[in-house]
């Protein structure tokens, strides 16, 4: 049980994907510029990546190692593209904002890795916990970038203006201000990893 906890927490911040690994940074800084399209990528790719993992990990044994990265990309992209379809369908805003970076999760580093480094070895109840705890600490860092970008560079939360557009900064808004927002936040994360671990050591 204790293992099954750490596989779960893993990928929040030990592993986050963004913040420690540094993988999938394309889509994550381009759509950051408000917390609904942070959300809306980070649940999409959540998904994409549970199922992916799910199915891979139950098939694990039958798929032949010559064929796997076809084989995961296949699925991958069958996921995606329900994900795509459902966005069309039911949130077009959200899916012309999110525009082609929603197709590109099928190529996004996090799932392919995750498939390949965890999925194709392990049961398929640990490989949803992995996907979660993944999925979890690659949309919470997105919804981060995108509040603090939406806050300061338009002045809105969701939206809704909450500071005058005269104290908005519009470095925020374009690719210099993401950038800026996630080298803080990996420089965050890094102080507080190294407190623990001294704190940890000096016990």
């Not at 990265?69 to 379809?85: E, G, Y």
């Amino acid at each position: 049980m204790k293992n099954y906890f750490k596989i779960l927490t893993n990928g929040m911040i030990k592993e986050n994907p963004l913040l420690v690994l540094s993988i999938g940074l394309c889509s994550s800084l381009a759509v950051t510029t408000e917390i609904v399209n942070g959300l809306g990528m980070g649940v999409a790719m959540t998904f994409v990546l549970f199922m992916s993992e799910i199915i891979i990990s139950i098939f694990r044994k039958h798929i032949p190692d010559a064929i796997r990265l076809p084989i995961f990309i296949i699925v991958i992209a069958a996921f995606t593209t329900i994900v795509q379809l459902l966005l069309n369908a039911y949130l077009p805003s959200l899916a012309k904002a999110l525009g082609d970076f929603l197709p590109l999760i099928v190529v996004n580093c996090i799932i392919m890795g995750r498939v390949e480094a965890f999925a194709s070895k392990n049961n398929p109840f640990a490989s949803g916990l992995d996907a979660i705890g993944m999925g979890f600490g690659y949309t919470w860092v997105l919804c981060t970038i995108s509040f603090i970008r939406e806050l300061l560079g338009a002045g809105t939360i969701f939206g809704h203006r909450v500071i005058d557009e005269s104290f908005s900064c519009g470095f925020f808004g374009g690719a210099p201000g993401g950038f800026f927002v996630f080298g803080l936040l990996i420089a965050i994360s890094e102080c507080i990893q190294r407190a623990a671990q001294e704190k940890g050591s000096s016990k």
